[in-house]
């Protein structure tokens, strides 16, 4: 698990923040919990009303992560589940996926939490997403991240948005 070593990260009061949530819908109770999870860390954090946008599936992230970065969010969450089938098609999506939300993020300046659960079964799925026996809750850590990371370009005196 990727638990072991995580940083202790602190998050100032993000009240007023605009953060937009991006969701596939593949794997429903996965994509669930991890929505729930980073809803409840923006709760935390102060951001009352975050943009929560579902697509179909987790190839359709980028493109509605950079619609929400040109909305004049501060940070956005990219959340999507992706298990390892039988043919070369995960490789592909996991490649599209993570080299369009890097994009999205570098060409923006915007930081775009990286929630994408790339596991080789269901089970390891089921166990990062933050459910009551779960061993991680990835919503809520990429969630925590983007605002941490939003806050300190903020904090650094980085133009921003969404303030």
């Known amino acids: 698990m ?6 202790e990260v602190t998050v100032p009061n993000c009240a007023g923040m605009r953060v937009g949530v991006v969701a596939a ?3 429903r109770q996965v994509m669930d919990a991890l929505l729930e999870g980073a809803l409840r860390a923006l709760g935390q954090h102060g951001v009352a009303h975050p943009t929560v946008l579902r697509v179909p599936g987790s190839f359709e992230l980028p493109v509605a992560a950079r619609t929400l970065v040109d909305r004049d969010c501060a940070a956005v969450i990219a959340l999507g589940v992706v298990i390892r089938g039988g043919t070369p098609h ?13 994009r999205v993020a570098t060409d ?3 930081p775009v939490g990286f929630g994408v659960l790339t ?4 089970e390891q799925a089921l166990d990062r997403a933050g459910l009551p026996h779960s061993r991680e809750d990835k919503g809520h850590e990429v969630a925590t991240a983007a605002l941490a990371t939003a806050s300190a370009l903020l904090t650094a005196g980085v ?3 969404g303030q």
């Open 2 to 7: 990727s638990g072991q070593g995580a940083p």
């Open 25 to 27: 819908q593949w794997h």
């Open 90 to 102: 995960f490789d592909y999506v996991c490649q599209g996926v993570t080299q369009g939300l890097t």
């Open 108 to 110: 923006s300046g915007v």
């Open 119 to 122: 596991c080789d079964t269901e």
């Open 159 to 161: 133009p921003g948005r």
